[in-house]
């Protein structure tokens, strides 16, 4: 084992270097943990990302309503053995809704 710090990451900010730098072990391990759980949330909200834009290229409507975006996709809600269409779109974190009408049993 060397007695030379490990050379940080060429594309690393120099204030995080010098701030990881200054860390005691039990911060870093900390932070360790903390940026890979972070790396872990991050592909997973740009997979999330992908499948999403992927299924509303898919399935983008016809006509939709004044207050629903552009963005919006037609989803089937079943409720008490009944189905229903609802818009639904991303907004930031949320998921949104809004009522469109009952699945007709004709297909």
């Given at each position: 084992m060397s007695y030379e710090p490990p050379p940080p990451p060429a594309n690393l900010p120099t204030e995080i270097v010098?701030?990881?730098?200054?860390s005691d072990p039990e911060q870093l391990?900390?932070?360790a943990t903390y940026t890979e759980a972070l790396a872990e949330h991050?592909?997973?909200e740009a997979?999330?990302?992908?499948?999403?834009d992927q299924e509303e290229a898919e399935e983008q409507?016809?006509?939709l309503p004044d207050d629903v975006p552009a963005k919006a996709t037609i989803t089937i809600k079943e409720?008490?053995?009944n189905r229903y269409y609802y818009w639904?779109?991303?907004?930031g974190?949320?998921?949104k809704s809004k009522y469109k009408g009952p699945v007709d049993s004709d297909g």
């Open positions: 010098n701030t990881l730098n200054e391990r900390d932070v991050k592909e997973r997979r999330l990302e992908e499948s999403t409507p016809d006509e409720i008490n053995n639904q779109w991303r907004d974190e949320k998921v």
